[in-house]
């Protein structure tokens, strides 16, 4: 652990990609040898940034009364254990919750009011992992270490249970290179020399094995690191038994389906990932997942229903990891200088929320790599998965593509971002002229369409003069003003849209689960959150009750915000109302706007066929 900045004279200081990684990491790709290249770049980073931690705590004080060790004493018991063991040092550094704690460690230590607390927190837990490295390192040593609730949590070794909760908030920790002694108030916990099997009051970190023979890897299943999660420090949640055995099933069963379908990224993922941190599970179809750029190779994801479920989210959070991991080389963007202007934002097909343009990458990268997924699969042997996979690769594919299209040749992406963006269109234009059945095509379309006409609902204002011009000439009995069609609309974020996905997830029970209970327009809701009688309708391609149920709606009270979208899709299919479907689709927000203001300042609410076909007269539609 000495000094980060020193590099030897043959070597540069700085770290630089192979244009061999590098074309294979802007394809969406990357091979094991990316992988190495990735890992080195992020070990270094690592290195610096514990140093920095190091140089901003200096000076800081300790609660001696809770006879923690002063960083420096645990930096020292780093580099005694580095120098017996650098394996076993990198093993803790380059945990992933290693990234998560030093970065906000440092964000704590250099933000503008300090929150002692939360530092001195931040600070003990180097102690804990320095405590780890050494037990690794097989080398004696007495340190004191944090505890929480009796529990007291060593990154990568496990968790001891004291026989009852610790009287302060630290406890002593003893190595004599074979075994470790966790003293607590009312008894010890002794532990070792193998830290993989449990003991009593010792609960081992948990593996999951990926695939077998000579090419077997593994992944923590991380319950323990209290940094294991990405937004602040976590307790210990210990699975049970059934769990545990129910996680492996399924990354068995995703294991052997990316093998199949994506085996040069699954050596790079072997390679790549570290860790599965459990979180509660979430619904079908809808399952919860996230990762860090600083926290490489973690991935916090729920339980999913079935392991193709997983394999496609394992390889969504890599693509993310890679991606990360590149930007920590070469920035994509270029920073915004115009720090007094509020962000420019995008519509992203994948999410509810409008997205700055280094998150739009980021989903562009993770998506893409979902649509190479589900593309591959669709030739897998088990048929039954063929409607889905046909399905998710079309709506990934089309969305991919369509986003690339926003973001392609924007002025802040530097020669990198260019040539990533590029190098992803060229791949998804060969995509774009595979054929694909048509049933899950139009579903995967209007899920699309869908999607898009209610994020247009949610955050996109007209223009109110206009829309006050427009009141009149309805009230008025004259055509509605062209310049509907021209005055662009402003993005004003809607927190409260949410389940802008309800038909994609509606076509994907469709597809797998024909005659289930999502069918219902009474329990929707139960089934899919956020899906009312009328997506459930539509779903089913019952329009005409579709359109009926709506318009009622509208005409009775205030509609929900994505009423008009869903309108739209209920008029696909009557010719008559084709300008008032395409109208709805692209610029639902006119009519929102327009009807508000005619009930608000008028009393009125106006037939909504009628006043969607009176826009679409009046003028094309601007976006």
Known sequence: MGPADSAPADR???????EAALRGLVRGGGDVHALDELLSAERSRRLL???????ASAGHLQDHEARFPSVHEAWRLLERAQAAAPDAVDGVLMAPGTGTWVSSALRLLRGPAREETAVRRALEHLSALAVAAAARAR?????????HEGMVPLPGLGCAVLPSGPKGPAVRVAGDGERLTITGPDGDVVVGPDWDHPA???????RVTLGGGRTAGSLALEEHDPFRTFSGPSAPRCLSEQ???????????????????????????????????????????????????????????????????????????????????????????????KTDEPP??????????????????????????????????????DEAHDPLAHFEFALWRDAVWSTLDSARGHQRLTPLGNRLLESLAQTCAGWLTERLPARELRLAREAADSHRARWREHHLRPSPDVVHEA??????????????????????????ACFLDTAAVLARHRLTDPDGSWRDPGAAADAVRGAGPV??????????????????RMMAGDPAVGSWAALGRAVADVPEWLGAHRFLLESPQWARAVRDVLLAEYGERPEPLALAAWLARGARPAR
């Open 139 to 147: 080398i004696g040593f007495t340190a004191w270490v944090p505890a």
């Open 471 to 496: 009141t009149r000439a309805w009230r008025r009995g004259e055509s509605c003003p062209a310049s509907v069609g021209t005055a662009p609309s402003s993005l004003r974020p809607d927190p409260d």
């Open 12 to 18: 540069s200081a700085f770290h630089h990609i192979s």
């Open 535 to 552: 997506d459930v309708l539509l779903a089913l391609g019952n329009r005409a009750a579709a359109r009926r149920t709506v318009v009622d």
């Open 49 to 55: 940034l514990l140093r920095a931690l190091l140089d």
């Open 200 to 206: 009593p009051g010792w609960r081992p970190t948990r």
């Open 243 to 337: 769990e545990a055995g129910a996680w492996q099933r399924a990354v068995d069963e995703a294991w052997e389906l990316l093998r199949c379908d994506e085996p040069a990224q699954t050596e790079a993922m072997r390679r790549g990932l570290k860790s599965l941190v459990p979180v509660p599970s979430g619904e079908r179809f809808r399952p919860y997942s996230s990762s860090s750029a600083e926290a490489f190779g973690g991935i916090n994801v729920s339980l999913p229903d079935e392991g193709l479920e997983l394999a496609a989210t394992l390889v969504h959070e890599f693509q993310h990891i890679k991606l990360g991991a590149l930007m920590h080389l070469g920035p994509l963007v270029t920073r915004n200088d």
């Open 344 to 381: 420019e934002l995008f519509h992203a097909p994948w999410r509810d929320d409008p997205r700055p343009l280094e998150g739009l990458l980021q989903g562009i990268y993770a998506f893409f790599g979902v649509a190479r997924f589900w593309r591959a699969h669709r030739d897998a042997p």
